[in-house]
Every structure is written in structure tokens, then in C-alpha cells.
């Protein structure tokens, strides 16, 4: 299929994206660059929202004229924006700008309960009204700078504005490496993830450890109605700005009638149907890898009945995860793809036997290790898990490993996978046959007399190594030997001509 590009589209996105960013060089200075995302992204969502409402009252009052007064806020608007909290009123604010900003937010905060409770004060690290740091003129420049771009509905479609909002979130995460990993993951491999879940119209979909709620929102891009995700899609994401984001994300991206709680999942998950865990057709994660001090005490008799294998060590929480995921997975239709460091492949000890009951139990599908020096502050390689509570028959017994290390494109900081590479690794998956060098269907059979271990080039069969001609291996080391042996004449040569070494 060929993908037809909006030339006039692509070039209003890049401005948006450049304008955006340019906010950052405003506060520059007096914030650190660690907190630009607390002062950038709930000034833009104020913004956006403004713009949108006043895109609802010129639309309300096309359609219904003078009679446009008979009409309730609810009926007129989307959300609530209460007398003195508009954008306006903030940009004609001379004196004491914080003040007015956090007054502002505060309001629509209040007014939109059910809504938009919490969205600008989760980010509590945001001091607006220390004018040691932020005088009312670099504010008035900050809001000047922002009030010369529409961000409304009918200014950029919800996919350009929720891009350009990705685009700032990748910023800051190239800004600050210390806690990327848990704030962005590469949307190449979100992408994959949600290719491999083919999450359909009307499916719900669940990421326990959302962060900004980029694999929800590409879940929602993959149905075919996006009306048919209202109401289902769920996360829970236990750092209170991320959270916030998440939440700001959604709504940037068009999503409605989502879900997004803030609290610890495995400490206290917050999706509960009839007394036990709700389950999900389509579940999708990247957990930070290797979570420490995450509450074993707790697992080891969790009520929710998720420590099915057993219960890892409290300086590792990889396999709560795993196990609250596929706790959370439909009986019949739940498929599951998670973001995992490879040491879940082959650990042994206590995560050895909590891997042979995950083998056993049939529902790992697929294996994708992937190149390292690919996620944000994560020094460790990564892997995909796939599982599935319904696989084809022709699956079952089975298991698809796949080394998509070698499929990559390098940068000059760090390595990604483009859209081709991950096309690349889809096509193995979508095969299901054993490729030299590149996969294996491997039976359960044969994983198990290997000790249950998922290391996927223990059973990738690979190119031969080209026959050694011994005689050619000994006439190249003598002649190199002899090159060495120049090379050091030459240069006792030059260091005697040059007075550095008397001989």
C-alpha cells in the first residue's frame, strides 16, 4: 500500500513541534532543563483546552444564534472553563503572572471534577510563583509565545497535536537520561508490540505501568473505530506528574472515556471486577526493569491471587510483573506483549522455576530479543515477550524465537530500530517457520531438555563458519609478524633522528 504524505500537513507539524520546543530556550536560564516538562506541557494543555472551548462557544453560537443562551455550559461544552480561568485572562495579567497561571489552573481543576481533577497540580515540582526564578516579564514572554499558535481542534487534527506532544515528551527524555526509561519508549517498538496484539474495535486494552500512555494511544490507533475503544482502555501508572500525562496525552490524542489511575500496581492494583482482578483482551507494558524494594512481603500472599508461580526476590520485581500481566488476561481472548530485560530468558535459581511454570502453561507464543543501547537509561538489552490464552493451533506446543539484535540502524548516541527493521522482525513473527541466523520454532520438548531456558541463540541454527586452511592462517601471522617487526625499526628509526631515544 502506498502512504500518501500531506506535504502542507507535515510542514504545519514541524512548526508546531519547533514552536513547542522553543519554550524550553524562554525558561532556560533559571530551570534546570530536568524541569522544562513541568512548566512546558501543562502550559500547552491550558492552552489547548482554552482554544477548544472557544472553538465549542463559536460553533454553538453558528448553530444556535441568539438562542445560544438557553443553553447550559454542559450542553455547550466539552469541560468547564469558570469566569476569570480562560487563557485570555491569564495573558492580560500584568502583575503577579504565576499567580494567575496556578489560579487559573486551580479553577478548571475544580470545575471539571470527573474530568480534568489533578491533571495541572501533579506537577507539584512546578513552582510558578517563585519570581526568583520566573519574573512576570519571562512569564508574559512564555505566555506571548504560546498565544501565537491555535493548538484547537480545528487548528491540527488530535494525531498532529498528540504527535507534537510526543515530540516534546522525547525532548525531554534526550534532556534527561536519569528517568527516560520509565517516561519513553521508542515508538518503533510500541509499535511492533501493538502489531503483534492486533487489538480489535470493542477490545479492551491495559497497560499496568502506562507512563504517558503511548502504547494506549497506539492500541487506539490500531482499531478500526475509534469510537469503540471509549471505555476501554485502562492504565494505572504509579508516578503522579507521569500519570497526569498520561492522562493530558489521551486527551490530546481525541482518546475518551479512558481510564488512567495513579497507585502502585503491584502493591495495590486499582482494576478490580467482582471482587477479583479484571481481565483485559489486550495487555501491554514496558515495567522498569529490575525494580527493587517493590513490596514481596505483600506478594508473597497476595489477595489478588497473582503469585501463580511464586514470588520473586524483593530486589526484583521482572516476574510480578509478568505474573500480574498474565493474571490480567482474558481467559479466552487475552493476548499479552511486555518489554523484559533478557535476564528473564535465562536466569536460574528462583525465576528459573517461575520460567519453566510460564513455559509450561503454553501461553508464551513468541520471543523477540532485541539490539542493545536501544531504551532510554536501560544499560541492560531488552527483550519482547508475546503470550496468548487462544493461539492457533498450528502454535500450540511451540515457540517462536526470534534475534532481532542484528536488525537495527545505528545512530551516533544510541541505536533504533526504524520502521523497516521493525517490518523486518514482523515478518519473521508472521512467518512462524525457523530461518538460519534469524528464528526458531522450537517445541516444548526441546525447551525443557535445555533447561528451560528461552536463550534464543541456544537453539537458532546458524551459517556454518567457512572451512580454515591452516597453511593461508600461518602465512598471514608470519607476514603480519614481519610488518610489526618494519613498524618497530621504522620507528626506533625516527625516534633516534629526532634525539628521543640514544642507541
Known amino acids: 500500500m502506498t502512504t500518501v504524505v500531506n506535504a502542507a500537513a507535515e510542514t504545519s507539524a514541524n512548526q508546531l513541534y519547533n514552536h513547542l520546543y522553543e519554550a524550553c530556550n524562554i525558561l532556560r536560564g533559571p530551570i534546570n532543563q530536568d524541569d522544562y516538562k513541568s512548566y512546558v506541557i501543562p502550559i500547552l494543555f491550558f492552552k489547548r483546552i482554552s482554544d477548544v472551548y472557544d472553538e465549542e462557544t463559536a460553533e454553538a453560537e453558528e448553530r444556535y444564534g441568539e438562542d445560544v443562551a438557553f443553553y447550559t455550559e454542559e450542553e455547550l461544552h466539552a469541560f468547564s472553563i469558570p469566569a476569570g480561568a480562560h487563557w485570555q485572562d491569564v495573558r492580560q495579567t500584568s502583575e503577579d503572572v504565576g499567580t494567575a497561571i496556578v489560579s487559573a489552573m486551580m479553577a478548571i481543576e475544580q470545575a471539571n471534577p ?3 481533577a489533578g491533571l495541572f497540580s501533579s506537577f507539584d515540582d512546578a513552582n510558578w510563583t517563585d519570581k526568583t526564578k520566573l519574573t512576570d516579564e519571562r512569564l508574559k514572554n512564555l505566555i506571548e509565545h504560546m498565544s501565537a499558535i491555535r493548538v484547537g481542534n480545528r487548528d491540527y487534527s488530535a494525531d498532529v497535536m498528540g504527535d507534537a506532544y510526543e515530540f516534546l515528551i522525547k525532548k525531554f527524555a534526550d534532556m534527561s537520561k536519569k528517568n527516560a526509561g520509565e517516561f ?5 517498538i510500541v509499535k511492533l508490540m501493538v502489531r503483534l496484539l492486533q487489538p480489535r474495535s470493542g477490545e479492551s486494552v491495559y497497560d499496568p ?5 503511548g502504547m494506549l494511544i497506539e492500541a487506539i490507533r490500531n482499531m478500526e473505530d475509534q469510537r469503540a475503544s471509549y471505555g476501554k482502555i485502562y492504565g494505572q501508572e504509579k508516578n503522579l506528574s507521569t500519570s497526569a500525562i498520561a492522562r493530558m496525552n489521551l486527551f490530546l490524542h481525541g482518546a475518551r472515556e479512558f481510564k488512567i489511575i495513579r497507585e502502585d500496581t503491584l502493591q495495590k492494583p486499582q482494576f478490580i ?14 515495567p522498569p526493569f529490575g525494580l527493587d524494594k517493590w513490596g514481596a512481603e505483600y506478594f508473597a500472599n497476595d489477595q489478588w491471587g497473582r503469585n501463580i508461580w511464586g514470588c520473586p526476590s524483593d530486589s526484583n520485581a521482572d516476574y510480578a510483573w509478568l505474573q500480574h500481566m498474565v493474571c490480567s488476561m482474558n481467559p479466552r481472548t487475552g493476548r499479552c506483549a511486555v518489554v523484559m530485560p533478557q535476564g528473564v530468558l535465562f536466569h536460574g535459581g528462583a525465576e528459573g522455576k517461575m520460567r519453566q511454570k510460564l513455559i509450561e502453561s503454553d501461553i508464551l507464543e513468541c520471543v523477540i530479543t532485541l539490539v542493545g543501547n536501544l531504551f532510554y537509561g536501560a544499560g541492560v538489552s531488552a527483550c519482547i515477550l508475546f503470550m496468548n490464552n487462544n493461539k492457533p493451533a498450528a502454535h500450540r506446543g511451540k515457540v517462536c524465537m526470534i534475534d ?7 545512530q551516533r548516541a544510541k541505536n533504533v530500530m526504524t520502521e523497516a527493521d521493525t517490518d523486518a522482525v514482523y515478518r519473521l513473527w508472521e512467518g512462524y517457520v525457523s530461518i538460519i541466523d534469524r528464528c526458531a520454532v522450537v517445541d516444548l520438548e526441546t525447551i525443557a531438555a535445555k533447561d528451560y531456558t528461552l536463550s534464543v541463540n541456544q537453539y537458532i541454527e546458524k551459517t556454518p563458519a567457512p572451512p580454515i586452511d591452516p597453511a593461508k592462517v600461518r602465512r598471514e601471522f608470519l607476514q603480519a609478524l614481519e610488518d610489526v617487526k618494519a613498524a618497530e625499526a621504522r620507528l626506533r628509526e625516527l625516534l633516534q633522528e629526532g634525539g628521543w631515544l640514544d642507541e
Do not use: K, M, W
Open 114 to 116: 470527573d474530568t480534568l
Open 184 to 188: 519513553y519508549t521508542p515508538r518503533s
Open 209 to 213: 505501568a502506562c507512563g504517558t500512555g
Open 273 to 286: 471486577q467482582n471482587g477479583e482482578l479484571q481481565r483485559f483482551d489486550c495487555v501491554l507494558a514496558n
Open 404 to 410: 532481532a539484535t542484528g536488525i537495527y540502524t545505528a
